[in-house]
């Protein structure tokens, strides 16, 4: 069995998530390939239950399920706040946080009452990172998984609007301003889910 990467050619590609800010950064991060990029939802396909326990495993499990329902190439994400006071929580369960509602304020505001509850006060204690894998899928089941990190601090009260989810809490390292209150384009040139998005660009696309 060859282990060469897989090429991912132009044409439409499945981007297999409901989250709507996810799916606008995914779908800037490939337009400059002739990449058409559909959401899950435009097609009405059923979001899986994410039942694994890492995020490369839960962006297998949704990427298969949509490549194999809708017989197209499908690229899914998977990714998190890993607070390092709470032992890597919320983790893979960061979407779940928020509630059926997606209510993020919320989970911040959980976030920040532990934070509270364990004295994480200091820059020092309210360190933290956004983790993301993007998974490519094939319909005969071949997958290819790349991972991107980006570590900052967690402040409050909260600042922007400009993003989602944690956005609003997240400052990255070596800046001064969240997530939250970042440009679009200046947040997706150095995301997490940008970082992971050089990485598959380098094994799966090339420049024509």
Known sequence: MSLKPRQLEAGKLIVASHNPGKVVEIAALVAPYNIE???????????????????????????????????IVALADDSGLMVDALNGEPGIYSARWAGPGKDFVHAMQKIEDLLQEKGATSKEARRAHFICVLCLAWPDGHVETFEGRISGTLVWPLRGNKGFGYDPMFQPDSHDITFGEMDPERKHAMSHRARAFEQMKAVCLTDD
Do not use: D, Q, R, V
């Open 37 to 71: 990029p559909i959401s899950a939802a435009e097609l009405n396909l059923p979001e899986p239950e994410e039942t694994g326990m890492t995020f490369k495993a839960n962006a297998e499990l949704k990427a298969k399920a949509a490549a194999s329902e809708a017989g």
